[in-house]
């Protein structure tokens, strides 16, 4: 079954940065829109950012406009989210997936498929 397999999380301070990882092996990207996802306690999934397979664009959510970027490296089907910045309110599990049906951003999230366990990141001093 394929199945990403996000890394990097752990615990930071406000202020700090931290690089995720989302790989998925055996899984060509080429082809597809992959985007990083979180989950907060007591809230629903949301959309953090996303990297087109088209044409390399890029989209971001407003709470992390100008502190994260999204970043591919299709050789090795490897997806990162740099986090810089950070800040209590970016606490919670992130995600990757890929959006099967799309190369370009903007779909809905059950468009994506190929989720992963997530990798917890928590911001606090």
């Known amino acids: 079954q394929v199945q990403f397999v996000e890394s990097g999380g752990g615990l930071v301070q406000p202020g700090q940065s931290l690089t995720l990882s989302c790989a998925v092996p055996?899984?060509?990207?080429?082809?597809?829109?992959v985007g990083w996802f979180r989950q907060a306690p007591g809230k629903e999934r949301e959309g953090v950012s996303c990297a087109s397979a088209a044409d390399r664009s890029t989209t971001y959510a407003d709470f992390v406009k100008g502190r994260f970027t999204i970043s591919r490296d299709n050789a090795k089907n490897t997806v990162y989210l740099q986090m810089n910045n950070v800040e209590p309110e970016d606490t919670a599990v992130y995600y990757c997936?890929?959006?099967?049906?799309?190369?370009?951003?903007?779909?809905?999230?059950?468009?994506?498929?190929?989720w992963g366990q997530g990798t917890r990141v928590t911001v606090s001093s």
């Open positions: 997936a890929a959006n099967l049906m799309r190369r370009l951003c903007g779909g809905p999230q059950h468009e994506y498929d190929y």
């Open positions: 055996g899984f060509n990207l080429d082809y597809y829109a």
